[in-house]
Structure formats: C-alpha cells, structure tokens
C-alpha cells in the first residue's frame, strides 16, 4: 500500500511537472494578452514621475521661493549687483533655460555644462560647454577650468546661482595640482567596477579635484552663493551630490585612502593618486573646506527635488488608477540581491490590485564582460527569482534609471515578470550566465523587456514599479 501511495505521489508530481512545464512553453509566446497593458501602465506611471522633477519646472518654483529652502532666494536675486549663474549636469540645459527665462539679461554671466552627447540649446546668457559621463574626458576638464575661471573674482555684492543636477561629478573634472586627468579617468574606471556606493566614489573624487568638496564655493568667495540642487543621492547629502561642490565636506584625505584599500584598490591606483592622498593625509596638502568654515556663511545650499518627489508623483497616478500603493524602504543593496529580494517580497503579498513603488541606486560589482546597468541587471535578477517562487502570478516590474540611461547603453531600465526568463530560454538565453556575465541588456533585449525612453534631460537616482494581480 505504502509503495503504490509513493507510485501515485510521484505520478502526481510528474503531471505537475508537464503542466508547469506546459504553461511555461506557452509564455515564451512573445507576450502573454495581459502584459502589454500592464507594461503601458508602468511606463504611463514613470512619465509621471519623471514630469515631477522635471528641471525647468523646479527652478521656476526656487526662483519664486515656493520651495522653503528657497524663501530667501528672490531678495538675494534683487540684492545683487550681478547674478553669476552656473548650470551643470544632465539637468543642465533645462536648468539654464529657465534661469534665463525667468532672469533675463539680470545674468551678467553664466555657463552651462551639458552631456556631451545632448542638444545644444538656444541660451544667450550662458556659454553652453560639454562634459562626459560616466568616465570624465577633455570637455569635463576644460568646462572644470571655464567654471572656475568665471567665479574667480566675484565680490561680496555679486551672487552666483549653481544650479546643480546629476551626472555633475564626472561632467565638471579638475584635477588637483601634480595630477593629470588620465589618473582621474583612470580611478574613476576602478570605482565604478568595483560597486562602491555614490558615497565612497565621490569621498575619493573630492580629494583628487580642485573644484569638488567645497572647493567651488571657496573659489568664489566673498560671493554670495546658492545652489539649487536636484538630488540623484539617496538621503540627500549634499556634500555627495555632483561631490559638494558648494557644500562644506566633512570627510578627509585618510577617509579616501581607506576608500580605496577597503575596496582593494589602493595597489591599482596610480602612483601620482596615491602620492597626492598620502600628502593629503599627513597635512602636506590642504583639506577641502570643512563644515564650521566662515565662507560658508554666505553658501546656501536647497534641495529642489529628489528621488522621492518623484516617487509621489508615481503614486498619486498608480492610486487615480485604482491601484493601492505599497511603498518600499530605499533601495540600496547589490543588484542582483535586491531584485531577488523584491521578487521575493512581492510574491509574499496577498492577492490584490496593487502597484509596489520604491526608488534609490542599487550597485553592482562588475565581475563579467557584458552589457548592462544596475536597473537592467535589478530587473533581470528579479525575473530570475519570479520565475521560480511565483510562475503563475500576474506580476510585472519595472526598474529603470530616471535619466533615461542606465549604465553605458541605450536603455533606461528592463522589465521583469515571471515569464522572462521563459521567453529568453526559448531564444537559447540563460538568465544564470547573463547575470554572472553583467549581460542583462542582451538577454532583456532578446526576451522583449528592456524600457527604452531616450534621454529624459533630470535624474534623481533609480526607480521601481511593480505591479500584482493587475
């Protein structure tokens, strides 16, 4: 009796394996009726978020002082003999257009850094110049020099306005007396491989520049200074945003040493690097400009959006949609652990139309020699993990970079449902090397997930939507 109950069990089993495999074949179909609609609602609620932070909208709002850190804005603007403005990041062209809209010839001067690749727009009151990302080039170098340059000399009555946006760090790139910029690039390619968060990179990029870690605002000193500063950092510190360059930093030369040997990258680092922080670290090179120092009394630093306004904006059209909103806490973890981990949490919930909202900037240590970005390579691990705790639920995610671009490709991010990887195996892909390879954009690319948008000119950090039961 016992062996034919066992008989039975294992004959039960094997009909449950034909029809799990059954269903699965029938996913690698192209798209299942329901995922198109589930995917235009994703990206229907990105462009809500992305409407939000949107440049131009929130330097018009700073400028009128709607936003509190800003009240004191309109009477510096009058005040001033002269309005200096500097614009600088992926933000950048719209962020000097509005300045320009709103000023007018009250800008006696001013420069805005663009991506390298961007469309040059029509200002008559900046010089409009060119910086790369994510590897710092020539054009950040010069633009760095061009900035510095048009600061030097204001005085007490003049303000200078930097409006400052993701991607700056790598777009403004002056490197500090006795280095050259091939050993920036060359560091700059280290951290990025290495998954160190944005904290750790731009502590070693402020002690390696002569404009980052408050060195700006010094240089601009005895100006009166005010950055109005979209936020592409989790938590907001501006000393880490576009590495401070109006802010006062309280890390040191020791910390960047302990960056790079914590990371396993100090004996990789080039001599010059790592002579110019050793003299940092002993007091033979100055610190960069602490907090406490006089010249910050007259910098004034506001955040004028971030990763949560447009996390609100998400959730304000996931909710007139009819969808409950679930937020998550920030993301911040490797890559591939993250989408593991949200797969699982979201396969845990109860049934329910409900759309799960989370932002922040997952990292990923490079171990391969494929294509990707963390959005792609979050949703990707995701995919992987869905398709084994949840193959039968209707789940769709969507993970994608707020500018646009994630990683060195053209796409913004990927999708992730249960049925991804199904349809990657049916083109002969596998989700497990692809993930290991930091492959994700071929096999997203092959299986029809991955979220193209083009660049969207802001960027406040990473974003996650997801769907269940829709």
């Known amino acids: 009796m016992a062996r034919n109950s066992a008989s039975l069990a294992r004959a039960d089993l094997r009909v449950v394996r034909i029809v799990r495999r059954a269903w699965h074949n029938a996913l690698a179909m192209p798209f299942a009726d329901h995922e198109p609609a589930a995917r235009a609602e994703l990206a229907r609620f990105f462009r809500a978020a992305i409407a939000a932070v949107d440049p131009a909208r929130l330097i018009f709002r700073a400028l009128d002082g709607g936003i509190a850190e800003t009240a004191a804005l309109p009477a510096a603007i009058s005040a001033a003999r002269r309005v200096i403005a500097l614009a600088i990041g992926k933000g950048a062209a719209a962020m000097a257009s509005a300045l320009e809209a709103r000023l007018g010839d009250r800008i006696a001067d001013g420069i805005a850094v663009i991506p390298a690749l961007d469309d040059t727009p029509l200002l008559e009151r900046f010089d409009v110049l060119r910086g790369e990302h994510p590897i710092p080039g020539r054009a950040s170098e010069h633009s760095a020099h061009a900035a510095l340059d048009l600061v030097g000399g204001l005085r007490e009555d003049d303000l200078l306005i930097v409006a400052l946006s993701g991607g700056a760090s790598a777009m403004l790139s002056a490197p500090a007396p006795g280095l050259l910029l091939e050993d920036k690039i060359a ?277 996650f939507l997801a769907i269940i039961d829709y």
């Open 187 to 463: 560091i700059t390619e280290a951290i990025l491989r290495s998954g160190a968060p944005i904290r750790e990179f731009n502590l070693v990029r402020k002690h390696l520049s002569a404009v980052k870690g408050g060195r700006l605002a010094a240089a601009a000193n005895p100006a009166r200074v005010f950055g109005l500063i979209l936020s592409d950092v989790p938590g907001n510190d501006i000393a880490t945003i576009g590495s401070g360059l109006t802010a006062p930093d309280p890390a040191t030369f020791a910390d960047a040493v302990s960056v790079l040997k914590r990371r396993g990258l100090w004996g990789r680092a080039p001599e010059r690097v790592r002579a110019h922080l050793e003299r940092g670290a002993s007091g033979e090179i100055a610190e960069t400009p602490k907090p406490g120092d006089p010249l910050f009394a007259r910098v004034s630093n506001a955040i004028i959006g971030d990763n949560a306004t447009a996390l609100d904006a998400a959730a304000s059209a996931a909710a007139a949609a009819g969808y409950t909103v679930a937020r998550f806490p920030e993301l911040r973890a490797e890559a591939d652990a993250l989408g593991r981990a949200l797969a699982n949490r979201i396969a845990a919930m109860p049934a329910g139309r409900i759309c799960a909202i989370a932002g922040g900037e997952p990292v990923v240590t490079v171990r391969g020699g494929g294509k990707g970005g963390r959005a792609q390579h979050c949703a990707l691990a995701m995919a992987a993990e869905l398709a084994q705790v949840a193959p039968e639920r209707k789940i769709i995610a969507l993970f994608a970079g707020s500018d646009g671009i994630d990683g060195p490709t053209d796409a913004a991010g990927g999708f992730a449902s249960p049925a991804t990887v199904a349809r990657a195996d049916a083109r002969g892909m596998s989700a497990a090397t692809a993930l290991a390879r930091n492959d994700a954009y071929n096999l997203l690319d092959g299986a029809g997930d991955l979220f193209r948008t083009g660049p969207t000119g802001t960027n406040v950090g990473d974003i």
